[in-house]
């Protein structure tokens, strides 16, 4: 059974195995983490710091820092041979720059958390008439794109944690000095085919949602995907980097610019 009918029809999850108690006054259930995990956005204003996320070999690590107020990001990725930067800012424009390429893409399109509408629970997970489950994402106003992976973590969490007897919520750690819950369990045979990940292992923000470290294991148990903050600081007002055009004076511009749905 998927978690779209049976959290949303047992409110309470009273099942003992369910649920994790982290002290005297606060429990947090399969429910609760599922949908925090899903809705991160709404328990942070800012976020600065670094990630690190490995997939099928391929290492992409980003500094970064962004405001889900007004739009303002700014990252610098490296991937592979390719250095990017990020920038977005209040008045929707965003720009991707290829420093290697000496290219630069420029669009519309930058969302803050109030065009990231909240999406009723009930309707996270819904099923098609085929049976096919269909996911409703919120938008992104995180605006950095690795490090999004982490601070916004819905694909992991509806492809991982949908089906509530495949995973548990098996304790608590300190992750960067924050206060989490870790969850350990396996995966779907899609999983399995597509990403070569049998079993994993999720340490979450207890406060947040935010997935601070991801580890996906092979049938041999070994390593083969990851993703994990390196710092991490939340609500610090932090300094971003603003886009200028004359630290790129000899870059191509590739203007894709398009309005912005009303």
Request: charged share 30%; hydrophobic share 30%; aromatic share 12%.
């Amino acid at each position: 059974l998927d978690i779209s009918g049976r959290l949303a029809d047992n409110e309470s999850m009273e099942d003992k195995s369910a649920a994790y108690s982290l002290n005297d006054d606060e429990e947090i259930t399969k429910k609760s983490i599922f949908f925090k995990m899903l809705n991160t956005i709404d328990y942070f204003n800012t976020a600065e710091g670094s990630i690190e996320i490995c997939t099928e070999g391929d290492i992409r690590t980003s500094e970064f820092a962004c405001n889900l107020l007004t739009a303002d990001a700014y990252e610098y990725s490296i991937w592979g041979d390719e250095i990017y930067e990020d920038y977005s800012s209040s008045n929707g424009e965003f720009y991707k720059v290829l420093k290697e390429r000496k290219l630069i893409n420029k669009g519309l399109g930058a969302c803050n958390i109030e065009e990231a509408v909240p999406i009723p629970d009930s309707e996270r997970i819904t099923v098609a008439e085929d049976g096919i489950n269909c996911y409703a994402y919120r938008a992104d106003p995180i605006n950095a794109p690795t490090a999004r992976e982490g601070l916004q973590p819905q694909e992991l969490t509806f492809n991982f944690m949908t089906v509530e007897d495949n995973w548990d919520i098996t304790g608590e750690t300190t992750y960067l000095d924050r206060d989490c819950v870790v969850i350990e369990g396996h995966t779907n045979d899609y999983a399995e085919e597509k990403l070569g990940v049998y079993t994993f292992e999720f340490t979450v923000d207890k406060e947040t949602g935010v997935l601070m470290k991801y580890d996906g294991f092979d049938a041999d148990g070994n390593i083969v995907s990851y993703s994990r903050f390196t710092e991490l600081t939340f609500n610090s007002n932090p300094e971003i980097k603003k886009f200028n055009q004359n630290e790129y004076a000899d870059f191509e511009i590739n203007d894709q610019s398009h309005p912005k749905h009303e």
